[in-house]
T-cell receptor
């Protein structure tokens, strides 16, 4: 099946710094990618929809200035957590939809990135 | 609005026994239904999906799920569980959106499956 690569898998940073997480679709072009956040023992919360060549669409309650999303190419989307604080510590997962008619393409997920802010 | 319910936080089953992980959904329109599995500190792996057609869907690793429209359910099943099936399972639903690139996927809260010897 299709592969989505996410990097880094783990990152530890100091409070106040910014962290960038990359999500790449390795064998297909993804016009749409999604960023999720997962708290321990909880479900995935959709943060934003990343659209190639245009601005991301953020879910209600997600600070777009805090979580910067860039989808510069059909195979790469990045999430930058700006001025990170300990409460931003979480597991971030990206996904990319394989092309398909009327949005029926499968979603493939990255391996996730564990962010720890000290 | 669309939603998914997984009523069981955890399911315990003995190896070799059949397993069922329950999922019910609520949508306006025709649902696309999915099951994913997550191992610790890993992303989600696709197991199977229902888009249209046969109500019984077969997926990876011997898993299957049955779409029941009248009961708005999409329970995940496997005839004979393995210890290696122990993981967190998520049911998800989305509705076809004809405009835009959204087609948002809504996840259930997850069910921890524990298969013991």
């Amino acid at each position: 099946g299709a592969v989505v690569s996410q990097h880094p898998s783990r990152v530890i940073c100091k409070s106040g710094t910014s962290v960038k997480i990359e999500c790449r679709s390795l064998d297909f072009q993804a016009t749409t990618m999604f960023w999720y956040r997962q708290f321990p023992k909880q479900s995935l919360m959709l943060m934003a929809t990343s659209n190639e060549g245009s601005k991301a669409t953020y879910e209600q309650g997600v600070e777009k200035d805090k979580f910067l999303i860039n989808h510069a190419s059909l195979t790469l989307s990045t999430l930058t957590v700006t001025s990170a604080h300990p409460e931003d510590s979480s597991f971030y997962i990206c996904s990319a939809r394989e092309p398909g008619p009327s949005g029926t393409g499968e979603l493939f997920f990255g391996e996730g990135s564990r962010l720890t802010v000290l | 609005a669309q939603s998914v319910a997984q009523p069981e936080d955890q399911v315990n089953v003995a190896e070799g026994n059949p397993l069922t992980v329950k999922c019910t959904y609520s949508v306006s329109g025709n649902p696309y239904l999915f099951w994913y599995v997550q191992y610790p500190n890993r992303g989600l792996q696709f197991l199977l999906k229902y888009i249209t057609g046969d109500n019984l869907v077969k997926g990876s690793y011997g898993f299957e799920a049955e779409f029941n429209k009248s009961q708005t359910s999409f329970h995940l099943k496997k005839p004979s569980a393995l210890v290696s099936d122990s993981a967190l399972y998520f049911c998800a639903v989305r509705v076809q959106v004809l405009t835009g690139g959204g087609n948002k996927l809504t996840f259930g809260t997850g069910t921890q499956l524990k298969v013991e010897l």
